[in-house]
């Protein structure tokens, strides 16, 4: 139904979850995709904490979609545990990561689909993910070295509150593979699910198109609307109505 809803207003492009299609069911979720003509920009989200097989299972599920990208975040300290590593300090649980990532980079060439890193906001460092800065992220995969294929998915609502952003955005330039747009409410009540419709928040949105477009990346933007208690409550009709009308004004 939701795919309906946004072929009915035009758009063609859309991220893909994966809990929402193991709980649709593989089988299920691969008709229903095929029947919609929509295209896959990314699959969301995979953690490099959770080990190489969780890993491989998303790989594989993108690759099954057409996923042209798979957004991937550390995960946090419980990732570890259930790994079988009682990490529960930050340094050494970065300190894993260029070691993982090499890894992740060389099982994800054998897929169709890039790995795209995304550093989070500091508010759920620990829970969601250790890196919590684009400088962070850019010093890691520059310690990757070349030979790697892995980029990075930039989230405006994750990295509004870093300083010297265009200088960064810049530097990660053509690694840039994803782009999320939300809007941070000055009362957001909810770490990961109360997020603001675009325009309704304090990011300076028209501000961030210009440096990511001055970066170089000119490709589809994501509309992530996370909003368990406000716009989850609406009709999706009325959300994607919403979401176009916002994007056209403060976009």
Known sequence: ASLAVLGNAGIRRT???A?????CGIAEARRVWQDSDMVAESLC???LFAGADALQQRLELADMFGARTLVMITGGFD???SAGLAETEIDSARAQIVDRLGAAAELAGQYR???AFEPLHPMVCGFRSVVSSLGEALDILDQ???GHDIGLAIDAYALWWEHDLQAKLTRAGGRILNYH???WLADTRDLRLDRGMPGDGQIALLNWRRMIETAGYLGPVEVEIF????WWQVPAETMTGVIIERMNKAF
């Open 45 to 47: 989200v995979a953690g």
């Open 227 to 230: 909003s368990r208690d406000r």
């Open 144 to 146: 990757l070295g070349e």
């Open 79 to 81: 990732d570890l545990a």
């Open 19 to 23: 809990p929402m299609i193991e709980a």
């Open 15 to 17: 991220a893909l979850w």
């Open 181 to 183: 747009v939300s809007d």
């Open 113 to 115: 689909v890039q790995l």
